[in-house]
Nanobody
């Protein structure tokens, strides 16, 4: 069983940067993809970014502002968020699993989830 734990959320102002980290309790050979999703109040959980076998994928609204990357020193999968906007306000979840490439944006395709970390962007 792999447990995920997010950190790095907080309250920031529009235009600020924030880096979220996702620490895994173990490395499972079956995991091919690590991803980030977010959920705003009253909305469905939304795909944000994924790292799969050397390739990165982003939802259109964060392209050019977010970067998913691995921090080998900390052994975490991170989400670097720049030029934050109020519409980025949400609870951010780290996920891991082995979805098919075509399913990488579907939350149901991921087996492991963290509890989430809140990001609030003020104007």
């Amino acid at each position: 069983q792999v447990q995920l734990a997010e950190s790095g959320g907080g309250l920031v102002q529009a235009g600020d940067s924030l880096r979220l980290s996702c620490a895994a309790s173990a490395r499972a050979s079956t995991i091919s993809t690590q991803a980030w999703f977010r959920q705003a109040p009253g909305q469905e959980r939304q795909f944000v970014a994924a790292f799969r076998r050397g390739s990165t994928y982003y939802t259109d609204s964060v392209k050019g502002r977010y970067t998913i990357c691995r921090d080998n020193d900390k052994n975490t999968e991170d989400l670097q968020k720049n030029n934050l906007k109020p519409e980025d306000t949400a609870r951010y979840f780290c996920a891991a699993g082995s979805p098919r490439l075509s399913n990488r944006r579907r939350d149901a395709a991921y087996r492991y989830w963290g509890q989430g970390t809140q990001v609030t962007v003020s104007t």
